[in-house]
């Protein structure tokens, strides 16, 4: 055990541990909630504490072997994944002020133990002095927020782009098989299942946009600003040399925030970025929904689609298989809705120059962040690449439909459509052997009516 103190007295810290004392007291305040901070927000907070250390060296303010021994011990914590030293839980108060300290910390014994120090030696690599310098949890713990929103951003983008060319890809597959397409769960008009897909395409790629814009909302950081933006206590060369090699080293193309003290308290940029993740959970549910709806049976169900079987679906019903990847991306999408209300609300309440709930908000946040990317991944991979139609039950769903009637009214007339739809309610035959035995068109004028080209047409020609 090794012995650290603060002004509030001393505590005892397992000799194995690279965390200190600040950290120790926030795990005790704040608990443990069985979920720790994003490994990518941890590696986001690294690069931000490397940039620091490279700019302070640079200028002369932090002497070159301990900002060595510091840049060498952010390197080997990040390749390492070493992050079991990161024990803050992700929701505390002081807006993220553990957190700082947990990697202020954590770089600080790591540092030590490569200069031949023993950890706690704060009189050599201090947290505070040297890990810290020119620095506030004020500035670097939104700077690294955006960083990782950044780094998600780009796994996100690259799962939505795989789920928009599947289908699409799906789209060209079905585009010859004719459906019946409903409104408010009632029989409509025919159209193709390539249609359907296409459909689910667009509002994908709308994703994809959205999601790419989103890089322009959130790539300006408010490091330098220190604590309410003034910048107190860094150096103005420091303010302007650290953006730029945050921007070297973590290959992205961030800005700092011409106005710091603003760009400190307000957080509308994220509840904007929250608001288009929302969007995308949306859609995803409405495919999710619209696929569950359509594949429901198999035989006392629409039963026009089979989804691929991933496991058993009862424990007491055999061959009962449910649609739970469906399920899966619906209650993700729930959850995502939900708590983009709660960042909107957490945003809000932020009180003048600095938000208190940055916890709450980059939790939520970045746990979107992930739910989507799993939930996107699950529906392309798990569903939508292995999905099959069933032609058969596709054609007695549409053959025994009045839709066709209606679809047929603007070729035939409105009185023939009638007498159709008259015959249609007593017999029940279907419609197009109707239409054929009433001599209304012949068989290839019907065929060309309902193919899937004639169908595919916007409008008439006339």
Same mark, same amino acid.
């Given at each position: $055990?090794?012995?650290?103190?603060?002004?509030?007295?001393?505590?005892?810290?397992?000799?194995?541990?690279?965390?200190?004392?600040?950290?120790?007291?926030?795990?005790?305040?704040?608990?443990?909630?069985?979920?720790?901070?994003?490994?990518?927000? @941890?590696?986001?907070?690294? #690069?931000?504490?490397? !940039?620091?250390?490279?700019?302070?060296?640079?200028?002369? &303010?932090?002497?070159?072997?301990?900002? +060595?021994?510091?840049?060498?011990?952010?390197?080997?914590?990040?390749?390492?994944?070493?992050?079991?030293?990161? #024990?803050?839980?992700?929701?505390?108060?002081?807006?993220?002020?553990?957190?700082?300290?947990?990697?202020?910390?954590?770089?600080?014994?790591?540092?030590? *133990?490569?200069?031949?120090?023993?950890?706690?030696?704060?009189? &050599?690599?201090?947290?505070? /002095?040297?890990?810290?310098?020119?620095?506030?949890?004020?500035?670097?713990?939104?700077?690294?927020?955006?960083?990782?929103?950044? $780094?998600?951003?780009? @796994?996100?983008?690259?799962?939505?782009?795989?789920? =928009?060319?599947?289908?699409?890809?799906?789209?060209?597959?079905?585009?010859?098989?004719?459906?019946?397409?409903?409104?408010?769960?009632?029989?409509?008009?025919? $159209?193709?299942?390539?249609?359907?897909?296409?459909?689910? !395409? *667009?509002?994908?790629?709308?994703?994809?946009?959205?999601?790419?814009?989103?890089?322009?909302?959130?790539?300006?950081?408010?490091?330098?600003?220190?604590?309410?933006?003034?910048?107190?206590?860094?150096?103005?060369?420091?303010?302007?040399?650290?953006?730029?090699?945050?921007?070297?080293?973590?290959?992205?193309?961030?800005?700092?925030?011409?106005?710091?003290?603003?760009?400190? =308290?307000?957080?509308?940029?994220?509840?904007?970025?929250?608001?288009?993740?929302?969007?995308?959970?949306?859609?995803?549910?409405?495919?999710?929904?619209?696929?569950?709806?359509?594949?429901?049976?198999?035989?006392?169900?629409?039963?026009?689609?089979?989804?691929?079987?991933?496991?058993?679906?009862s424990s007491i019903m055999p061959g009962k298989v449910?649609?739970?990847?469906?399920?899966?991306?619906?209650?993700?999408?729930?959850?995502?809705?939900?708590?983009?209300?709660?960042?909107?609300?957490?945003?809000?309440?932020?009180?003048?120059?600095?938000?208190?709930?940055?916890?709450?908000?980059?939790?939520? $946040?970045?746990?979107?962040?992930?739910?989507?990317?799993?939930?996107?991944?699950?529906?392309?991979?798990?569903?939508?690449?292995?999905?099959?139609?069933?032609? +058969?039950?596709? *054609?007695?769903?549409?053959?025994?439909?009045?839709?066709?009637?209606?679809?047929?009214s603007q070729y035939i007339g409105h009185d023939k459509?009638?007498?159709?739809?008259?015959?249609?309610?007593?017999?029940?035959?279907?419609?197009? *052997? @109707? #239409?054929?035995?009433?001599?209304?068109?012949?068989?290839? +004028?019907?065929?060309?009516?309902? /193919?899937? +080209?004639?169908?595919?047409?916007?409008?008439?020609?006339?």
């Amino acid at each position: $055990m090794r012995k650290e103190q603060d002004f509030l007295g001393e505590l005892h810290i397992d000799e194995r541990c690279y965390y200190g004392i600040n950290t120790l007291r926030a795990y005790d305040n704040f608990g443990d909630l069985g979920e720790r901070h994003d490994p990518v927000f @941890i590696k986001a907070y690294l #690069i931000v504490k490397k !940039a620091a250390a490279i700019s302070n060296m640079d200028l002369g &303010y932090l002497e070159k072997e301990k900002a +060595e021994f510091i840049i060498q011990a952010i390197d080997k914590i990040i390749e390492g994944n070493l992050f079991g030293d990161f #024990i803050v839980s992700p929701l505390c108060g002081g807006a993220g002020t553990s957190f700082n300290m947990n990697i202020n910390e954590v770089i600080a014994n790591h540092a030590l *133990e490569i200069a031949g120090k023993p950890k706690g030696d704060y009189l &050599y690599i201090n947290p505070y /002095s040297h890990v810290n310098m020119h620095q506030s949890t004020n500035d670097t713990y939104p700077t690294a927020f955006k960083i990782a929103i950044l $780094m998600h951003l780009d @796994i996100l983008e690259k799962k939505l782009v795989a789920l =928009q060319n599947d289908l699409q890809q799906k789209e060209r597959a079905f585009s010859s098989i004719l459906k019946l397409g409903r409104t408010e769960l009632q029989d409509a008009l025919p $159209m193709t299942v390539g249609m359907q897909f296409a459909a689910y !395409a *667009e509002a994908i790629s709308r994703d994809r946009w959205r999601i790419f814009k989103a890089r322009e909302r959130i790539k300006v950081m408010n490091i330098g600003g220190t604590a309410i933006g003034t910048g107190f206590n860094a150096p103005q060369k420091y303010i302007f040399l650290v953006i730029e090699k945050l921007r070297e080293i973590a290959g992205l193309r961030v800005a700092r925030a011409e106005n710091l003290y603003e760009a400190t =308290q307000n957080l509308d940029s994220i509840v904007e970025v929250s608001g288009l993740l929302k969007t995308l959970a949306v859609n995803l549910l409405k495919i999710a929904e619209d696929l569950r709806l359509l594949s429901s049976g198999p035989s006392g169900g629409f039963g026009e689609l089979h989804l691929p079987a991933v496991q058993e679906g009862s424990s007491i019903m055999p061959g009962k298989v449910n649609p739970v990847i469906l399920e899966f991306v619906s209650q993700t999408a729930f959850l995502v809705i939900g708590n983009d209300g709660v960042i909107a609300q957490a945003a809000g309440h932020g009180n003048l120059e600095l938000n208190q709930f940055y916890p709450l908000i980059s939790y939520l $946040m970045l746990k979107n962040m992930k739910l989507l990317q799993i939930a996107t991944s699950r529906l392309d991979r798990r569903v939508i690449k292995d999905i099959k139609v069933n032609e +058969e039950q596709i *054609e007695a769903n549409l053959s025994d439909s009045v839709a066709l009637v209606t679809y047929l009214s603007q070729y035939i007339g409105h009185d023939k459509a009638s007498q159709v739809y008259r015959k249609f309610r007593v017999t029940r035959k279907p419609v197009k *052997e @109707i #239409i054929l035995g009433e001599n209304i068109l012949s068989k290839e +004028e019907l065929e060309e009516l309902l /193919s899937p +080209e004639k169908i595919r047409m916007v409008g008439l020609k006339k």
